[in-house]
Structure formats: structure tokens, C-alpha cells
């Protein structure tokens, strides 16, 4: 397949389009304690939510809050301000089957958890009561791994990224097998393959690429890249630059099939928002025209329901008004249709 094909293929999916309409989220939670991630459940869509510094997963249930998991171990992240971080990222592998990538412990002992949704009562369930994986241990000069931030499912694995090894930068899988979980591994090496720092955002493209947002430093710099890889090969099959901070979260429409991108901007957050990724030509050359939609107060994480609304977590708390690892600002958004 020559390399037009391919461009075209893979851009298929958010094509350019006119800018949307003034767009009104819907605040569905607020008081939460840094919201890093969000799933919607299959068929029920019921809303998940990783409420990291409160050490537990919430469920939306009538409006309000339900904790599903609770009592996750306690670590902390970032620079100024630090964050106390729990469970990261959520996803779902079909409508019983939770995922849950952690942050809640030292490089090296970090774990990918798996809950059976039809054992969580109105009590929720503890954390330790899941499947879960081998951690990432340090191997010779190779530090443990952690910090697994975001997940993404396919039909047959997990993937996670990881901040653990700095110089390497890896994505990481768990093959998902007749008899539950295989062994998580070191899969992709991102920085050795784009030299920019920190895979943050993950997603599954229509067409099963792995797709990943490199965040990059966390500084002023507008780093972060928007990277494919080949499930088979792992070979990277295309890098862009977005002219974003810090993307951390990626997510496909499913009535437009458009991707959209999360800005946390670390070092300004007023810059945070919700973007549309479109593709242009710049130059004679494949390149992406980051159009921002919405502005957003340090968000964290997205997910569609079937129906095309979007679902947006965010720390609120950019103004750094409310002190302390683990501020109670977070919201939980709603964006209707249209997307």
C-alpha cells in the first residue's frame, strides 16, 4: 500500500469538517477528587469514573455518585502541584467486564485490574478483589514500570501506557486469553520511536491501530504528538505534530467517527480544552489542524456512549485556589449529541 493509501485510510476517520456549534457541557458530578478516568458501560450505559485521590472507582447512578471499587493503595504524581493518585484509566471489555490501569502504587509493583461488574453491590467492592495482572518489575537496567495512566481494549488485549522508564517510554499489553488474563508486558518503546517524552492518551482506531497521544514535557512547550502503531509489528506507522501541550486522553465519535483530543496544559492551564483533530495538507505534507472546541479547566479524560454523547472528566483546579494532593474540584461532564 503506498503511502497516500495509507494517509487516507487512516485519516478517513476525522476528516475536516466545520467548526461545531457553541457547545454547553452538562455538569453531571462535581466535589470529586481528581477524576482521571472515565468508561461507559456497554448496553447499560452506565458512567465510570476513576476518582484517583479518593482511592476508588464511582458509578453514576440516578445523578448521584456510587462507589464500585474503593480502597485502592495511595501514590503521588507531578510537579508542583503534586496530585495523590489511585486507579488511572477505565475501560470496558464488554458489559461485565471492567478494566482498571493503576497508579496507586511504586514503579514496579503497578498492576492492570479486571472487575466483574455483576459482583459490585450498592457497597462496591474492594480493589484487591479483581483479577488482575503481573506488575512490570525492574529487569537489569530497565526500571519497573507505572503510572499506567490510560487503557484502550481490543478484541483480543489490553494496552496501557506507562511512565515508568523515562528513556523508553512504553506502551504496554496484556493479551486477553480463553482463560482470563495473560502476562502483562513491554510492548512498544514510544520514545525511541518519536524522541518525545510521556504516552499519555490511548485509543483503538476503526481500523484497530494503536493510537497514541505523546504528551511530551510538562513545560510550555507545545510537544504532544498524535502516533499510530501496527498492532502486529508494532512498527510506527505515522507521527504528527498537533500544536497541543499535553494531550492526555483521545477518543473516536462513534456517530462521526471524528477523533477528538484533551489538552490538560500542564504548565497554563487556561489552555486546556477539547479539540477536534482534523487532516490537512500543510506544505504537500499530511498534517493536523487542532481545532479547539470547548475550553476545559485541567481535563483529564473522555468517553463516548453509544449514542455519541461525551463524557468528560477534569480536575477543575487550575487556579490552584484549593491546596492539598487531593482537592475535591473535579466535575464530571456531559456533551449531548453532534460531536
Given at each position: 500500500?503506498?503511502?497516500?493509501?495509507?494517509?487516507s485510510l487512516?485519516?478517513?476517520?476525522?476528516c475536516a469538517a466545520?467548526?461545531s456549534?457553541?457547545?454547553?457541557?452538562?455538569v453531571?458530578?462535581?466535589?470529586?477528587?481528581?477524576?482521571?478516568?472515565?468508561?461507559?458501560?456497554p448496553e447499560?450505559?452506565?458512567?465510570?469514573?476513576?476518582e484517583?485521590?479518593?482511592?476508588?472507582?464511582?458509578r453514576?447512578?440516578?445523578?448521584?455518585a456510587?462507589v464500585a471499587?474503593k480502597?485502592?493503595?495511595?501514590?503521588?504524581?507531578?510537579?508542583?502541584?503534586?496530585?495523590?493518585?489511585?486507579?488511572?484509566?477505565?475501560?470496558?471489555?464488554?458489559?461485565?467486564?471492567?478494566?482498571?490501569s493503576d497508579?496507586?502504587?511504586?514503579?514496579?509493583e503497578?498492576?492492570?485490574?479486571?472487575?466483574?461488574?455483576?459482583?459490585i453491590?450498592d457497597?462496591g467492592?474492594s480493589?484487591?478483589?479483581?483479577?488482575?495482572?503481573n506488575?512490570?518489575a525492574a529487569?537489569?537496567?530497565?526500571?519497573?514500570?507505572?503510572?499506567f495512566?490510560?487503557?484502550?481494549?481490543?478484541?483480543?488485549?489490553?494496552?496501557?501506557?506507562?511512565?515508568?522508564?523515562?528513556?523508553?517510554?512504553?506502551?504496554?499489553?496484556?493479551?486477553l486469553?480463553?482463560?482470563?488474563?495473560g502476562?502483562?508486558?513491554?510492548?512498544?518503546?514510544?520514545k525511541?520511536?518519536?524522541d518525545?517524552?510521556?504516552?499519555a492518551a490511548?485509543?483503538?482506531?476503526?481500523?484497530?491501530?494503536?493510537?497514541?497521544?505523546?504528551?511530551?514535557?510538562?513545560s510550555?512547550?507545545?510537544?504532544s504528538?498524535?502516533?499510530?502503531?501496527?498492532?502486529?509489528?508494532k512498527?510506527?506507522m505515522l507521527?504528527l505534530?498537533?500544536?497541543?501541550y499535553d494531550?492526555?486522553?483521545l477518543a473516536?465519535?462513534?456517530e462521526?467517527?471524528?477523533?477528538?483530543?484533551l489538552?490538560y496544559?500542564?504548565?497554563?492551564?487556561k489552555q486546556?480544552?477539547?479539540?477536534?483533530?482534523d487532516?490537512?495538507r500543510?506544505?504537500?505534507?499530511?498534517?493536523?489542524k487542532?481545532t479547539k472546541?470547548?475550553?476545559?479547566?485541567?481535563?483529564?479524560a473522555?468517553?463516548?456512549?453509544a449514542?455519541?454523547e461525551?463524557?468528560?472528566t477534569?480536575?477543575a483546579?487550575?487556579?490552584?485556589?484549593?491546596?492539598?494532593?487531593a482537592?475535591?474540584t473535579?466535575?464530571l461532564?456531559k456533551?449531548?449529541?453532534?460531536l
Amino acid at each position: 500500500m503506498n503511502l497516500r493509501v495509507l494517509l487516507s485510510l487512516m485519516f478517513a476517520c476525522f476528516c475536516a469538517a466545520s467548526a461545531s456549534a457553541e457547545i454547553k457541557p452538562e455538569v453531571i458530578l462535581e466535589g470529586l477528587k481528581c477524576p482521571t478516568g472515565v468508561a461507559v458501560q456497554p448496553e447499560t450505559g452506565t458512567v465510570y469514573v476513576a476518582e484517583s485521590a479518593a482511592s476508588q472507582v464511582i458509578r453514576v447512578v440516578d445523578g448521584k455518585a456510587q462507589v464500585a471499587v474503593k480502597d485502592f493503595p495511595q501514590d503521588e504524581y507531578g510537579k508542583g502541584p503534586t496530585y495523590r493518585m489511585g486507579p488511572l484509566g477505565v475501560a470496558f471489555l464488554d458489559k461485565d467486564h471492567m478494566v482498571i490501569s493503576d497508579g496507586s502504587q511504586k514503579d514496579g509493583e503497578e498492576v492492570v485490574r479486571v472487575y466483574h461488574v455483576d459482583e459490585i453491590g450498592d457497597g462496591g467492592v474492594s480493589a484487591d478483589s479483581g483479577k488482575q495482572t503481573n506488575p512490570l518489575a525492574a529487569e537489569g537496567e530497565m526500571p519497573g514500570e507505572g503510572n499506567f495512566y490510560a487503557v484502550a481494549v481490543d478484541e483480543d488485549a489490553i494496552y496501557v501506557t506507562s511512565n515508568g522508564d523515562d528513556k523508553k517510554g512504553w506502551i504496554a499489553r496484556c493479551p486477553l486469553e480463553k482463560d482470563g488474563l495473560g502476562k502483562l508486558e513491554r510492548f512498544i518503546a514510544t520514545k525511541e520511536s518519536v524522541d518525545v517524552d510521556a504516552p499519555a492518551a490511548i485509543a483503538m482506531s476503526p481500523r484497530r491501530e494503536i493510537v497514541v497521544g505523546q504528551m511530551g514535557e510538562i513545560s510550555d512547550a507545545k510537544d504532544s504528538l498524535l502516533t499510530f502503531y501496527n498492532q502486529k509489528s508494532k512498527d510506527l506507522m505515522l507521527s504528527l505534530p498537533t500544536d497541543l501541550y499535553d494531550i492526555v486522553a483521545l477518543a473516536y465519535s462513534p456517530e462521526t467517527g471524528r477523533l477528538y483530543a484533551l489538552d490538560y496544559s500542564w504548565a497554563d492551564p487556561k489552555q486546556g480544552g477539547l479539540y477536534r483533530l482534523d487532516a490537512v495538507r500543510r506544505d504537500g505534507k499530511q498534517a493536523i489542524k487542532a481545532t479547539k472546541l470547548l475550553d476545559l479547566d485541567q481535563p483529564t479524560a473522555m468517553a463516548f456512549n453509544a449514542d455519541g454523547e461525551l463524557f468528560i472528566t477534569q480536575f477543575a483546579n487550575g487556579d490552584g485556589k484549593v491546596e492539598g494532593t487531593a482537592p475535591a474540584t473535579g466535575k464530571l461532564l456531559k456533551i449531548g449529541e453532534g460531536l
